[in-house]
């Protein structure tokens, strides 16, 4: 007999729907479903649904609801918050999305790539290159991360700082809503003031208001120029300094900018394979810079040695290191897309997430690490993220030789002690992973009054059986 809560006669039908390969309801197929990226939440689940449509998901969608069957949406299942994790219970059925992944279309003309959920970020990049495009959006799990996630969760990444999140890049969706019909508006129009722009609700919505299943994303001509740059500088504020200082010269050109502490590289350089430090000693911080430019012959190279001379005469930076090819510039970024798994290996860390305005990060930074290095002594403060659009991964790892599960015991306490001080800031404790169940208890605190109850508004309106992806975002709704 399968291992499920389900219903037997709403088993049947969701077999015959899906056929035998779109359901899985022993533990042992479901197992990895229910369990997050960071280990953080290990929940169970009734079964986990995979149409290969966006009609079959909306009538598993519609059968769900029909029988109160709570629903986890879920893609590539790299959420940092817990944010596509069921709880333990084992009612809800995982939809993963994973078989909706057909890239339909690209559009030279529109400059737009028509894309089911189920493609992974890298596959979409892949295919945009292959037609001399590019997709900008770019993340550390884009190789598992799918579009439906991406869009969820609008994400961010290391192009935001030039292109923007992933909000900013859909022009269109297909989504299945809680009640199990589709909402279509896959258009590909830059200007449109039809009413509510009802893509932008559920872009961030984090699976609580409906299932992404299809999305029209904006491309960019692929660059035929880009210089980029690994550089030592003194302190944080000199690492903001040298964006002020790059983007004085040519703000175009930055495509990405991105800062890591002294602290996170010596992770990355210890515990991950190929990532040693390509500079003649270590430095208190480090800065990834990148500058792109679509057109063959323009001088970056020029631009980007002239930054840096004049960098190195203000002493905002000690040392650096320009690729001078392709695989020298992948060792580069490698370097900076593998610090979460080398934290990951160090042992227990908290994430938090956030985002100040740019002229407050240096002090961000410092009050923080202080706070937190006095909470905790001996914790192992490890920042790191994209310092041109303010948005700092100010990650905790446990102290050497301590117990990861009493070092997590206290993650409120270190969560708490750093969003205090975000708050004081002016900034956000969630800038681009969302909230998950990981952090809803921050909610009524940060975005209560009006905005937590518009919010509440729109999740009763859209799902008043509250079945689409509960207990995340909303820390009281059951």
Not at 464 to 473: E, F, R, S
Request: with cysteine.
């Amino acid at each position: 007999m399968p291992d499920t809560l389900l219903p037997a006669p709403l088993l049947a039908t969701l077999q015959e729907l899906l056929g035998p390969s779109g359901i899985l309801t022993e533990a042992s197929d479901t197992q990895s479903y229910c369990t997050d990226w960071r280990m953080l939440y290990q929940g169970k689940c009734a079964a986990v649904l995979r149409p290969a449509t966006t009609e079959a998901c909306a009538k598993a969608v519609a059968l769900c609801v029909q029988y109160g069957v709570p629903m986890v949406p879920q893609g590539g299942n790299t959420s940092m918050v817990g944010g596509a994790t069921p709880d333990t219970s084992g009612k809800a059925v995982v939809i993963s999305t994973t078989r909706m992944n057909r890239i339909i279309s690209i559009d030279h003309a529109d400059l737009t790539m028509t894309v089911e959920a189920g493609v992974t970020l890298k596959a979409a990049q892949d295919a945009a290159l292959k037609e001399g495009l590019m997709l900008p959006l770019s993340i550390s799990s884009e190789g598992s991360a799918d579009i439906g996630g991406v869009l969820a969760t609008n994400a961010g990444g290391n192009n935001t700082v030039r292109y923007g999140n992933a909000r900013e890049l859909a022009l269109g969706l297909e989504a299945v809503l809680p009640d199990g019909s589709v909402l279509n508006v896959m258009r590909k129009l830059r200007k449109d003031n039809t009413g509510y722009a009802l893509r932008q609700l559920l872009i961030g919505s984090e699976g609580t208001l409906g299932i992404i299943t299809t999305a029209v994303i904006q491309l960019q001509p692929q660059p035929r120029s880009r210089e980029t740059a690994l550089c030592a500088v003194p302190n944080t504020q000199a690492a903001l300094d040298l964006f002020a200082t790059f983007r004085k010269q040519d703000p175009a050109a930055i495509q990405a900018f991105e800062y890591m502490s002294g602290t996170s590289m010596a992770l990355v350089n210890s515990l991950i394979e190929n990532c040693a430090l390509p500079l003649s000693e270590p430095a208190p911080a480090y800065v990834l810079v990148e500058l792109a430019s679509p057109r063959a012959d323009d001088s970056l190279r020029a631009l980007m040695e002239e930054t840096l001379g004049t960098a190195f005469e203000n002493g905002l930076v000690s040392d650096a290191v320009l690729a001078e090819s392709e695989t020298q510039r992948q060792t580069l970024w490698m370097i900076r897309e593998e610090h979460a798994e080398a934290q990951k290996r160090a042992g227990a860390s908290v994430k938090n997430d956030v985002s100040v305005p740019l002229a407050t990060i240096p002090d961000f930074i410092e009050r923080a690490t202080l706070a937190c290095e006095t909470l905790i002594p001996d914790i192992r403060v490890a920042p790191f993220g994209h310092i041109g659009d303010g948005n700092i991964h100010f990650n905790l790892v446990q102290p050497e030789g301590a117990d990861p599960a009493a070092f997590l015991a206290q993650d409120h306490a270190m969560m708490d002690t750093v969003a205090g001080i975000v708050r004081e800031l002016g900034g956000s404790f969630s800038a681009e992973h969302g909230v998950g169940q990981l952090k809803t208890y921050m909610m009524p605190s940060w975005r209560g009054g009006a905005e937590l109850d518009s919010m509440r508004k729109i999740k009763a309106a859209l799902d008043p059986k509250n079945l689409m992806n509960p207990g995340k975002i909303f820390p009281d709704v059951d």
